[in-house]
């Protein structure tokens, strides 16, 4: 297989990719390219836990800290980002670990997201997440 067809046609690298591997010709992989792709699949799947982490956590603070603006937006969003990374975990359920190890940075980037949002000084959120993980993934968890 040739190396340079990475380069020029990404989608059709990925076929015959593919179709060797299917057909056991494993002398004619691009194993460098493959591992390129495998490591940057893993470092997709983070990237979207913590993303959807702090999006989640940021909402979750302005739901928390402004009641009175509440909205069918913010709620909506809760939902759809706690259902990203509850997919997230049963496509891969290590990434769970991953969630648990980077909840408090997560916590802190979503501090400075709410802050810019809404107006209000960071100092306005605590420093330690007033959410407990677990909670912060259950369905019908909604702070007072």
């Known amino acids: 297989m040739k190396t340079n067809l990475y380069d020029k046609d990404y989608c059709l690298w990925l076929e015959e990719t593919i179709q ?9 992989l691009d194993i460098s390219n493959l591992i390129e792709e495998i490591e940057d699949m893993g470092i997709s799947q983070k990237k ?9 956590l940021m909402h979750l603070l302005k739901w928390k800290y402004q009641p009175t603006k509440r ?3 913010w709620k909506s969003s ?20 991953y969630f648990a190890n980077n909840f408090d940075l997560c916590y ?8 810019a949002e809404t107006g209000l000084s960071i100092d306005e959120f605590p420093i330690e997440s007033p ?8 369905p019908d968890y909604f702070p007072e």
């Open 131 to 138: 959410f407990f993980e677990q909670d912060t993934l259950k």
């Open 48 to 56: 979207a836990v913590k993303s959807n982490s702090r999006i989640l």
């Open 108 to 115: 802190q980037d979503a501090r400075e997201l709410a802050a």
């Open 71 to 73: 909205s069918k937006s």
């Open 20 to 28: 060797v591997l299917r057909e056991g010709r494993l002398t004619e």
């Open 78 to 97: 809760i939902i759809e980002h706690r259902k990203r990374i509850r997919d997230s975990f049963e496509d891969s359920p290590s990434l769970k670990v």
